[in-house]
């Protein structure tokens, strides 16, 4: 099986099926990782290209090491050092990469839909890095396979995504991804961070982070930005914390076995202290390895020689 | 001089309740008779058997984008747009570059008009100069120089008082202002219509509220001052409900809709296709229900097109970067007819009403009517025949519709202004 | 049109017979069990791996260590075919280096999977030599490769095709030759 579509905007569009697929075939990609030889052959010749229009290192650097170690040439377009800044469009952009011959374009943007623009620009298979509030796709499915690797299965699990709402992509593409494989998801933050309707994606919305920790599998922290404070979002980063943050005593309040996730980078101060940080419980160094698998996985399953969609 | 004879059409004329075969006669550029079996041997004579002859369709609202924004469409290329549309008489807005804020730009506009020599256009001034909210224009100047009506469009009038010191000056003139309602705080920057789709595609949502706070303010505002108001492009229910209310309490205001916030939701934006970037944003089906609702019992005055062309390049960009609008006036007519009238919302009849005379009466224009002796401005109707529409044939500068490939009915024919036929058979003769 | 099967070219007993020629060929050639590791391929080669290894113990009572090789990752036709082949899982849990690896897979036929098979092993360690074990060498090889112990040679012709059935995998033991019937 593959990817049927051109390119990876979101889970939205993809079916359980091929959404289990990928997080299967992440499975012996991470088995790759760990040789001492990290490269297969399976993309040898395919070419790459990263193209940055947001600043996030450890996400471009995810992707060109899965690139590589599948064996495929690799390139990165980032907006401090192109024609970003010249103000050429991003269609022209992804033309251009087209007829250098690149296969796969990881695209990261800060206006939603993006992705999906190119997409329709180019030949190039297109995978969405992350675009605008919109979504972050292989940063819910690397969530999605270390669940499963720590729990067995994402089916009945109690699902927590906690804090800006609103502004998250990765919620997004969590709650499709995860209730389409049968998890119950729960939305909590504070209702100036809450998108209207989010209720009608297959959500519950709790404002009380203890009545959303109660009865939790997983937690999914999510980064609080500081400039949502500067916008009048909400009053302070202290009540902010003091009414969102995964305190160490709401983890000892929580099921034994809850397992909390963040996607990075961490405020150690806010959102996540150190001792949950720190603590057993929580996968964030597992996620960034397993991110690395799940982009491989996504990589090899877009590569083929199939007419597409 | 000349004489035209349209034969054996339906002629439906809502301003004299009139619906029925007969031909019409066109003599010197006026309506000369309306009958039966008209015999003019000397007249041109164009059979129109199974079609409909109705008073030119008159658009309160658009944007012609000369001077200064002549990329997107010049005042020539839009009025021959508006005939290709079936539309006669068409009042653009003034947000051109500059702001038509001037007794000069009004005369400027209608001489450029006059030049084209398409259709009959009367300009809209800006209600403050510059159209920035801060100083009244010199709108009894522009009245003198052949404005018609006074809007900010484009942007609201943010401050209360300066709309209230607008509304108390407009009794000099008497002319209506067209009011753009949003509070821009509450936009906050949006892209669509705030809910479920704006959530699940992560673009800022545009809350129906941002237009109905600013639609009380100023139903409130009449009611201090007693004038005479129009509420341009009206896409909540409960600004239909608010507009219903003012009306009820005898209140001077009227409200336009357009083509596109009758026939298309929020949930045409998935996809990020920009040509569904409006402003007002797209609503729900609840709102398009209510907004059809209001045109057929009159709460809603008249459809305007808002016809807003844009180029490819302020388009073909990332959803929030998009330019807001859709070129309107070639398919406004098809696009209610196939969805208002064949769907049975709207008879014919009622259609024609919202999109002619009504325009022309609340607006005071001498348009809307086939009566003897009137300008005569007809539109030519085809009821049955369905094309595809094609942006690419479009008059428009602005190819910026999402109803391209569109099947659709109800396509003008031929558009007379004037007594002469300036757009026959989908073509717009040269003038 | 579909392939139906031609005749049955191995039954069980002689699926038997086969192994355990070829398992007393490898301990023969190699004076031994010292350092030998089988590395079964991905799905079929897994389980002539399994039972080389329990002929070689009752043989010689030594416990060979057996490694799964998925060679998806190395094959040179993934642009090339439609859809995309599943990817597994390969286990190796020992070291490699200085081994005698004994690559066993059921059927061998181009040879472009003992290629891709070859990669794979040397990207995990460097053994002192690699043979090849095949319980079915169909011939037509597209490379300069050959089984150093092969369970039964049979002369096919190109559009046929030969599949191998194991009771570990499949609920009965036998090699079955198939193809268009005139």
Not at chain 1, 281 to 301: D, W
Not at chain 2, 165 to 180: D, F, K, N, Q, V
Not at chain 2, 336 to 361: F, H, N, Y
Request: aromatic share 4%.
């Amino acid at each position: 099986m593959a990817i049927k579509t051109k390119d990876l905007i979101d889970l939205e569009f993809l079916s359980a099926d091929e959404i289990t697929e990928i997080l299967e075939t992440a499975r012996p990609m991470k088995e790759v990782m760990r040789r001492d030889i990290k490269t297969v052959p399976a993309l040898r010749g395919k070419t790459v290209a990263t193209l940055f229009y947001e600043n996030s290192t450890r996400t471009r650097l995810s992707f060109e090491l899965a690139a590589k170690y599948l064996s495929a040439g690799t390139c990165n377009i980032s907006s401090s050092a192109s024609s970003v800044q010249k103000g050429e469009s991003l269609q022209d952009t992804g033309r251009t990469l087209d007829a250098m011959g690149t296969d796969i374009i990881v695209i990261r943007h800060n206006m939603s839909g993006a992705a999906q623009l190119l997409g329709e620009a180019v030949k190039a298979r297109v995978i969405n890095g992350g675009d605008g509030t919109h979504a972050h796709p292989t940063q819910a499915l690397l969530d999605m396979f270390t669940i499963i690797e720590r729990k067995g299965k994402i089916e009945g699990q109690t699902v927590v995504i906690l804090g800006d709402i609103l502004h998250s992509r990765v919620a997004r593409s969590n709650i499709w991804g995860l209730t389409k494989l049968g998890a119950h998801v729960r939305v909590c933050g504070p209702p100036t961070l809450m998108p209207k309707d989010i209720d009608k994606m297959g959500v519950e919305v709790f404002y009380d982070i203890d009545k959303a920790l109660d009865g939790a599998d997983v937690v999914n922290v999510l980064r609080i930005q500081m400039e949502r404070q500067q916008k009048g979002l909400f009053p302070s980063i202290e009540e902010y914390a003091k009414n969102y943050a995964m305190t160490e005593e709401r983890l000892n309040r929580a099921k034994k076995d809850v397992l909390i996730q963040h996607p990075g980078p961490m405020n150690r101060t806010i959102e996540i202290p150190s001792a949950v940080a720190d603590s057993a419980q929580c996968s964030v160094e597992e996620q960034v390895t397993n991110g690395v698998a799940c982009r491989m996985a996504l990589m090899y399953l877009m590569s083929g020689g199939e007419t597409l969609v | 001089m000349s004489k035209l004879l349209l034969k054996g059409g339906r002629v439906i004329d809502p301003s004299q309740a009139m619906d029925l075969v007969a031909d019409v006669l066109i003599e010197d550029g006026k309506i000369a008779a309306v009958e039966k079996d008209i015999a003019a041997a000397d007249a041109e004579c164009r059979d129109v058997t199974g079609k409909i002859v109705c008073p030119g369709l008159v658009d309160i609202h658009c944007h012609l984008r000369e001077p200064g924004l002549e990329r997107k469409e010049t005042i020539a290329t839009g009025s021959r747009a508006a005939a290709a549309g079936g539309f006669t008489t068409v009042m653009p807005m003034p947000n051109t570059s500059p702001v038509a804020d001037s007794p000069a730009s009004i005369r400027y506009v209608r001489d450029r008009a006059e030049e084209a020599g398409v259709v009959r256009v009367y300009p809209i001034g800006a209600i403050t100069k510059g159209s920035e909210g801060k100083e009244l224009s010199e709108m009894s100047a522009m009245a003198d120089a052949g404005a018609v009506a006074f809007s900010d469009d484009g942007r609201p009038v943010l401050s209360s008082r300066i709309m209230r010191l607008a509304m108390e000056y407009s009794h000099i003139t008497g002319l209506p202002l067209i009011a753009h309602e949003e509070d821009l705080a509450l936009v906050d920057d949006g892209d669509m219509n705030e809910g479920y789709v704006s959530t699940v595609l992560g673009l800022r949502g545009n809350p129906a509220a941002a237009e109905e706070t600013m639609i009380a303010r100023d139903i409130i505002l009449v009611r201090l001052t007693g004038a005479r108001l129009h509420i341009a492009h009206v896409s909540t229910a409960h600004g239909v409900e608010m507009i219903r209310g003012a009306k009820a309490e005898g209140l001077p205001v009227t409200a336009e809709v357009t083509p596109h916030h009758l026939t298309m939701t929020e949930e045409a934006v998935r996809g990020y296709d920009t040509n569904t970037k409006v402003n007002p944003p797209l609503r729900t089906a609840a709102d398009v229900e209510a907004l059809i609702e209001g045109l057929k019992e009159g709460v809603i005055d008249c459809v305007a097109t808002d016809h807003a062309p844009h180029t490819v390049e302020d388009k073909v960009v990332e959803y929030h970067f998009a330019a807001n609008g859709i070129s309107g006036f070639e398919t406004a007519l098809p696009v209610l007819w196939t969805e208002l009238v064949k769907e049975g919302r709207l008879s014919e009849s009622e259609l024609i009403d919202r999109m002619s005379c009504q325009p022309a009466r609340i607006m005071g224009l001498p348009a809307g009517s086939l009566a003897v002796g009137h300008d005569a401005d007809v539109t030519v109707i085809d009821p049955d025949t369905i094309l595809a529409v094609d942006k690419n044939s479009f008059y428009s500068k602005g190819k910026n519709t999402p109803y391209h490939g569109r099947l659709l009915s109800g396509w003008p024919v031929m558009t007379i202004v004037g007594g002469r036929a300036v757009m026959e058979n989908r073509v717009v003769k040269e003038s | 049109m579909t392939k139906e099967i031609k005749s049955e070219i191995m039954d069980g007993s002689d699926i038997k017979r086969a192994v355990t020629r070829m398992a007393h060929e490898i301990l023969e050639k190699n004076h031994g069990a010292e350092d030998l590791v089988l590395l079964g391929i991905r799905t079929r080669g897994i389980f002539l791996a399994e039972r080389l290894k329990d002929v070689i113990r009752d043989v010689e009572n030594a416990e060979l260590p057996v490694g799964t090789l998925d060679i998806t990752l190395y094959r040179d036709d993934i642009a090339v075919k439609g859809g995309i082949p599943i990817v597994g899982e390969s286990n190796v849990p020992f070291d490699l280096n200085g081994k005698k690896v004994v690559l066993c897979d059921d059927v061998l036929y181009t040879g472009r999977t003992i290629r891709a098979a070859l990669d794979a092993v040397f990207d995990l360690g460097r053994p002192s030599f690699v043979r090849l074990a095949v319980l079915v060498d169909r011939g037509h090889r597209e490379l300069p490769i050959r089984a150093d112990y092969v369970g039964k040679n049979i002369p096919t012709a190109q559009q046929e095709t030969v599949e191998v059935r194991f009771d570990e995998h499949d609920g009965y033991d036998t090699v079955i030759l198939k193809g268009e019937k005139y």
